[in-house]
């Protein structure tokens, strides 16, 4: 079965600054994408990035950004020049590629960022 | 564009009471999942609905059922409602594909008294 682990439950950052934030899942699949969500207060989970597992390049949207390390399972997200918006919760998510039959977007249990003024 | 939609935002039921749970895609999106969300928690899968069949099923009771009608739209019903049925309830939609991830609602907030 698929987990996602994310090891830290709560993170800050000052305004402007630079934060990493951290994922690691677990499978046997060879093919596969993982996303960054970001849960603000109003509840709507909204993509924040997503990246595919047979490409090497690291995805970059703007002032985010994630390391993707295939062999070690590794899918972090960094925020660039972070803004008080950013402040949100976080989710790491995996789903396998297409074809099979699952289909089930599986999610770690988040991360609290607080962006500091 | 309208995104996802829910209804209600917020419902409070009594313990063994039922309820229904209501849901409109992206427009362009076939495939309806719905997820549960326990405070401080992530979503957890409960099924999914692609061409008004349930497609895939997660580690929940048979008292969670759901539909999908002829326009993409759907329903989640939980019976017998359970304290521990208290949770923010995400509806997903997508076009029949993983790869660009799901377009999630702003959920149902089911508080059961």
Redesign the interface.
């Known amino acids: 079965a698929q987990t996602?682990t994310q090891s830290q439950p709560e993170m800050s950052v000052q305004e402007a600054e630079t934060v990493t934030l951290s994922c690691t899942y677990d499978t046997s699949e060879s093919d596969y994408?993982l996303?960054w969500?970001k849960q603000p207060p109003?509840?709507?989970?909204?993509?924040v990035i997503?990246q595919?597992a047979y490409k090497q390049q690291n995805a970059t949207e703007n002032r985010f950004s994630v390391n993707f390390q295939k062999a070690a399972k590794s899918f972090s997200l960094k925020i660039s020049d972070s803004q008080l918006g950013d402040a949100a919760m976080y989710?790491c998510?995996y789903?396998?590629?297409?074809g099979g039959?699952?289909?089930?977007?599986?999610?770690?249990?988040?991360t609290l960022l607080t962006v500091n003024p | 564009d309208a995104g996802v939609t829910q209804s209600p935002t917020h419902l409070i039921k009594t313990r063994g009471q039922q309820v229904t749970l209501r849901c409109s895609p992206k427009s362009g999106h076939d495939?309806v999942?719905w997820?549960q969300q326990a405070l401080?928690?992530?979503?957890?899968?409960i099924f999914?609905y692609y061409e008004e069949e349930e497609?895939?099923r997660?580690n929940f009771p048979d008292r969670f059922s759901g539909h999908q009608f002829p326009n993409y739209s759907s329903e989640l019903n939980v019976n017998a409602l359970l304290l521990g049925d208290s949770a923010?309830y995400?509806c997903?939609s997508s076009r029949d594909?993983?790869?660009?991830?799901?377009?999630?609602?702003?959920?149902t907030?089911l508080t059961v008294v």
């Open positions: 996602v994408y996303f969500y109003s509840r709507q989970m909204i993509l997503r595919e989710f998510a789903i396998p590629e297409s039959s699952n289909y089930k977007l599986t999610f770690g249990k988040g | 495939t999942s997820y401080g928690q992530g979503p957890q899968f999914q497609r895939q997660g923010l995400l997903a594909s993983r790869s660009y991830g799901y377009t999630f609602g702003s959920g907030r």
